[in-house]
């Protein structure tokens, strides 16, 4: 059923083009801190209808002062791009060095974080508290795109103290400085997450600039994303919560968009099999002890929705897991019966306990 969304053509999705990629779905998986790691990421890419993705945050200071651990911590790969890196700093030296050396190891975009809040990246005057001063956010981008040859990016949320939208003044800045693309979350940092989203301040940003402009903020469903487009003008939306535990949420909504009919979700086999594929993947790319990689999972655990029967205590033995091996005796038999005709890709998964994705960096 279509009803509830504003009807889309396809040529309402038009493709984004950043630096040598054509990204055909201009939906993009906002970066999250503890989520979007490589393993992550790498589902979303395999399952389709994400066009640009970004990575965790990145200390510019951590690369700079050369901490070994800050790049061990980070992954990014061919078989994922287009992604964005990103990075967090506030002095313009520091974080034109830490660009540069992301893009000596292979980074194909780089990305600088204007959006976080937490007092560990703002009190430090990096993050969102840049939107405080447009002067030295400006040239902190200047800075770093005139020390890479890639396209840079910036994640904005529409200002720091409610009611003034810094992001609009800024987003020119940017674009007067080479950014490629802007994305907006569009909330205050002063209000973190609460209340909704005022998503005109997305258009604000989008009337003042030529560069592509994501809009961010409250979008779970298709009919979300249509009406953010709609309202706002923006060139592409951007999708953070809800994808959490919901890999195929891109893939959904692009679907939805394009034909105005809705995917049937993956079945409860499928999403088994994706929370195994997920598991896998993270233990062996996290650069973390087994234990600890089986840890971090938990998180994820939590979200998936299984939708089996028993899901609950599914749930509450996930979470208990301590090893790999723990969690294929958890969900190898759901997966079991994942149906070969929708998913060829879980089936060979399932069957050959075979990794999929390559090693990462
Ligand atoms: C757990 C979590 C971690 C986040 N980490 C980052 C981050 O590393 N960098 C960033 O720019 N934004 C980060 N964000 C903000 C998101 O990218 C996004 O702007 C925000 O969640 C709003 O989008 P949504 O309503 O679709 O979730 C994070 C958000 C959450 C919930």
Request: hydrophobic fraction near 45%; charged fraction near 20%.
């Amino acid at each position: 059923m279509t009803a509830s969304i504003t009807p889309f053509t396809p040529a309402t999705l038009r493709p984004l083009t950043l630096g040598r990629f054509t990204i055909e779905s201009p939906l993009a998986l906002a970066p999250m801190a503890g989520y979007t790691d490589y393993a992550y990421r790498h589902l979303v890419r395999l399952l389709g209808g994400c066009g640009l993705l970004y990575t965790e945050l990145i200390s510019s200071q951590a690369i700079h002062y050369g901490n070994r651990k800050t790049f061990e911590l980070f992954t990014w790969s061919e078989d994922e791009q287009p992604v964005s890196v990103q990075l967090y700093g506030s002095d313009p030296a520091v974080i034109a060095d830490a660009a540069r050396s992301v893009v000596d190891r292979g980074a194909t975009i780089v990305d600088i974080n204007m959006g976080c809040w937490v007092p560990k990246l703002a009190g430090r005057g990096s993050g969102a508290a840049l939107l405080r001063d447009v002067e030295t956010a400006a040239r902190v981008v200047e800075a770093v795109v005139q020390a890479v040859a890639v396209p840079v990016t910036v994640q904005v949320r529409s200002g720091w103290d409610p009611g003034h939208p810094t992001a609009i003044e800024f987003a020119r800045a940017a674009e007067a400085a080479g950014v490629r693309l802007i994305a907006v979350h569009a909330r205050y940092a002063r209000q973190a997450f609460a209340g909704q989203a005022d998503w005109s301040i997305i258009r604000q940003v989008k009337e003042a600039v030529g560069i592509p402009v994501l809009g961010n903020g409250d979008v779970i469903t298709a009919a979300d994303a249509a009406r953010m487009l709609a309202e706002t003008g923006c060139d592409g939306v951007m999708i953070g919560r809800a994808a959490r535990g919901a890999p195929w949420l891109f893939r959904q909504i692009e679907h939805e968009l394009r034909t105005g009919e809705p995917l049937p979700l993956p079945d409860p086999a499928e999403r088994a099999a994706i929370a195994l594929h997920h598991t896998r993947l993270a233990v062996q790319t996290l650069a973390l002890p087994e234990p600890i990689a089986i840890l971090e999972l938990r998180k994820h655990y939590t979200r998936y929705r299984l939708d089996v029967p028993g899901a609950a205590e599914i749930r509450r033995q996930l979470v208990q897991a301590e090893a790999l091996a723990d969690v294929e005796r958890i969900l190898l038999p759901l997966a079991a019966g994942v149906d070969p005709a929708r998913s060829a890709w879980v089936t060979w998964e399932v069957e050959s306990g075979e990794q999929a994705a390559g090693s990462g960096r």
